[in-house]
């Protein structure tokens, strides 16, 4: 069983979320936790118990951030204006939309590993972006996927698993 140290949630002023109203995604890694919320990427450092706020006015493409996925020094963002690539050591984003090759700017889900990032989106299907050629290959009902809405996805080994409206594709 799980224990809770705390019987009520910290309170937002306590956090500076006052403005944010829905947590969509919860990521971490060894040093930080990223929420993904309506009012862009929040990010807690565990090590200095401080809260960072990234929004469209930082980089970040658009504020709804959706889906995160944490990709060594890059934290790649989902969005409902495409998808967002934070480089942490140099503090620079990087964006990309239907016009850089996504099938679709609403993107419900995203999720990497070693060579590709995986992109499902809000009936446009689902994408793979090859980090080392920099190009998405997009697959959807026109050429054998069997549903457009992608809500979740998750890489194993040489194997990605997609959750969609109407099941599971792998």
Known sequence: FITFKNKSPI???????????????????????????????RCYDKNKEIWYSYTNFDGLIENNVQSIAIDNNYIWCGTWGGVSRYDTLNKQWKNFTIANGLPSNQIWAID??????????????FCLYDKNKNEFKIFDAT??????????LKFDKEKIWIGAQKGILS
């Open 11 to 41: 309170s937002y002023q306590k956090l500076s979320l006052t403005k944010v109203k829905h947590f969509y995604t919860i990521k971490s890694n060894k040093d930080y936790i990223w929420f993904g919320t309506n009012k862009g990427l």
């Open 112 to 125: 990497c590993n070693e060579n590709y990032v995986g992109i499902g989106t809000n009936g446009k299907g």
């Open 143 to 152: 050429n054998g996927l069997k549903d457009n809405y992608i809500h979740c």
